[in-house]
């Protein structure tokens, strides 16, 4: 079982920012950002290429996910700034750690473009 799995399943205790059936997000160990936020489905797909487009379903429910933790975490557009980014690494060329798929919810701070 993979560590994400372990993860969904309590195995591993994390703090559960937001959790649902399909769904779960929790603290990066390794923030990049002052908030880094990593969102997962709970069955365990290794990568967006392994999705079939009968996930689109779960694929945008992960985003919109995403939408309602940064709601929760005040990361929305604001008067003077503000805003979030969403990253979904692929594969080792894409910076992707663990074999599982997962979101990065990353805000708190300026992003700069490209991103590296």
């Not at 703090?15 to 390794?30: C, K, Q, V, W």
């Not at 663990?98 to 992003?111: I, S």
Request: aromatic share 4%.
């Amino acid at each position: 079982m993979c560590l994400f799995c372990q993860i969904a399943a309590a195995a591993i205790p994390v703090t559960r920012l937001y959790e649902d059936d399909l769904t779960l997000a929790f603290p990066d160990i390794n923030p990049q950002a002052p908030t880094h936020i990593l969102i997962i489905p709970k069955r365990h797909i290794p990568s967006l290429t392994d999705t079939v487009p009968a996930d689109a379903t779960l694929l945008g429910h992960l985003l919109a996910t995403a939408a309602e933790v940064a709601r929760q975490q005040n990361l929305g557009i604001r008067q003077n700034g503000g805003g979030y980014r969403v990253v979904l690494n692929t594969g080792s060329d894409g910076g992707q750690t663990v074999d599982h798929l997962h979101l990065h919810l990353l805000g708190g701070r300026h992003m700069t473009w490209p991103p590296g």
